[in-house]
């Protein structure tokens, strides 16, 4: 593979586990092998304990949402770590490809973990509101105008937000390839892995990209986190 430009995003080329045609056998051992890539690169052992635990109340189940919610393993172990800590979790995991939730859904049930086939705006529509909302991995999906819808579904559906994603650079790049490829096999995860880092913002992009009230920060190498105070937190 060559050495591909990172000067701007990559906006052209689709990754393969958006196709609706994509082999479904490959596309569930992706969402299968998720967990252990988000484990290796997205953080969120610390994201959980700096941007969700400190606004968990004992006194009442709390409510998150996963937007995007793939495999529905960031949902699962954010449920066991409240537990942990004595707290009560109570997740509704959406996803618009109905694979994922179809994948996510014949996965051992779990107390308070729901999925549905669904997008944010219509949860707005329902008069859903949420104390967190989160999504992994899904900034870089979005055009400017659907990042600009799903930013202002999330102000109105209450919760303190955390979306956290990869920040675009030549050596998160080729790292990812050199570090997986040699685990990750017969699912999607190398090459749409390499192509997310190439259609992922910098830090100083995804700041011009976002409204009043959204803040970007880094909380370490390669990690980007656009965060939200939500109306019940501000």
Known sequence: MGWPGFSRR????????DDPDCDLGTLYRTYEQFDRV???VAGWPLVYRSHLRPFLRRDRANTLLD???GGGDVARHLIRWAARDGFT???LGIDADERAIAYAGAQTPMSGLHFRAVMSRELVREGQRFDLIISNHMLHHL???ELTGLLHDCEALGGRTVHSDIERSALAWAGFGAIMTPFFHDSFIVP?????VRRSYRASELRRAVPPGWRVERPFPFRLLLTHAGADHA
């Open 38 to 40: 988000n484990a290796l």
């Open 143 to 145: 055009s400017a105008t």
């Open 67 to 69: 937007i995007g919610c």
């Open 10 to 17: 990559e906006l052209h080329t689709p990754e393969l586990m």
């Open 89 to 91: 979790l109570r997740v």
């Open 192 to 196: 749409d892995g390499m192509l997310s």
